[in-house]
């Protein structure tokens, strides 16, 4: 009788487990489905931070989208440097690079003006120390070699950058140039 029950709870465990590994591999594998490959128009990404995803549009609409994580678990908008909160915004990508850590740089325009007039106004309201900073170095970039992990289990770990797999940063990269904007929102 015993036996019985161990069949069923690892045959319970395995069917959670396949089915948590259905949700992220439809997650990963919501790219190009629908449309050609070329891509129309002006380039731009949405980064929502409440479904950790980043979606790519062009002129004929939605194209891709990735997974994403961020730093800080708490998805709220970056106050001030150092509390690793990815900011909230429209951001410009202004260079490309590669990266010996994390793959390549897709670095933002963070801090914009907008950034400035929300960190002024906390400051001004208290809700920061007046000695803060705003920070700066968002970009987007990818993981650590061979940790694409941290993807798929939603383990958020930056500074406040956008984080996607290395083979996702590759195809991004081919298809955003600078100049593209880049919406983040919770």
């Not at 260079?95 to 963070?110: A, F, I, N, V």
């Not at 900073?133 to 798929?152: E, F, L, R």
């Not at 406040?160 to 904007?181: A, R």
Request: hydrophobic share 40%; proline share 4%.
């Amino acid at each position: 009788m015993k036996s019985k029950w161990l069949i069923v709870v690892l045959i319970t465990i395995s069917v959670a487990g396949l089915a948590s590994f259905r949700t992220i591999e439809r997650r990963v594998f919501r790219k190009n489905l629908f449309r050609r490959h070329q891509l129309v128009g002006d380039v731009y990404v949405v980064v929502d931070k409440s479904d950790y995803e980043l979606k790519v549009y062009d002129a004929d609409g939605w194209y891709a989208t990735y997974p994403v994580v961020f730093g800080s678990k708490d998805l709220t908008d970056k106050y001030m440097e150092g509390d690793r909160r990815t900011p909230e915004g429209t951001f410009k990508v202004v260079s490309k690079r590669p990266h010996q850590k994390w793959h390549k740089m897709l670095m933002l325009d963070y801090p914009t003006q907008e950034s400035w007039a929300k960190f002024n106004d906390r400051k001004a309201k208290g809700v920061i120390p007046q000695g803060a900073k705003i920070g700066g170095g968002i970009a987007i970039h990818g993981t650590w070699p061979h940790d694409d992990i941290v993807v798929d289990d939603f383990t958020n770990w930056t500074n406040g950058c956008v984080s996607l797999k290395n083979e996702d940063l590759d195809e991004l990269d081919e298809i955003l140039p600078v100049g593209s904007k880049v919406i983040i929102q919770r």
